[in-house]
Nanobody, 117 residues
C-alpha cells in the first residue's frame, strides 16, 4: 500500500501562484511515475502533468509554460508549481503515483484550488 498526502491548495487571485505537494509513504520505495490530475465541477478528471524523472515530463497544453512539475526522490514527494493562475484552473487537484513493481495506481484525496478575484 502507498499512502499519499497532498497539501498546498487554496484560494488565489488570477495571476497568482500556488505550489502543491504530494508526499508518498508506506510501500513507496519503488514508485515509477508521479503526476497531477484535476477535476473541475461538471467535468471529467484530466491530466495536468506527469514526471518519471527530470528528463521525462509531460504537460497538458493548457498549462504548458505556467506549471512546473518536479520530484524529490529522497522525500518521495512530487510538486506542482503553478504560476499565472487563471480562473479556469479552478478544480480539485489529485496526485497519482504508479508503483514500479505492481503497476498499481494510487490516488491522493485531492486538494482544492480556487482562482478568483
Amino acid at each position: 500500500q502507498v499512502q499519499l498526502v497532498e497539501s498546498g491548495g487554496g484560494l488565489v487571485q488570477p495571476g497568482g501562484s500556488l505550489r502543491l505537494s504530494c508526499a508518498a509513504s508506506g510501500n513507496a520505495f519503488s514508485i515509477n511515475a508521479m503526476g497531477w490530475y484535476r477535476q473541475a465541477p461538471g467535468k471529467e478528471r484530466e491530466l495536468v502533468a506527469t514526471i518519471v524523472n527530470a528528463d521525462s515530463t509531460n504537460y497538458a497544453n493548457s498549462v504548458k509554460g505556467r506549471f512546473t512539475i518536479s520530484r524529490e526522490y529522497a522525500k518521495n514527494t512530487v510538486y506542482l508549481q503553478m504560476n499565472s493562475l487563471k480562473p479556469e484552473d479552478t478544480a480539485v487537484y489529485y496526485c497519482k503515483v504508479i508503483h514500479a513493481i505492481s503497476g498499481q495506481a494510487y490516488w491522493g484525496q485531492g486538494t482544492q484550488v480556487t482562482v478568483s478575484s
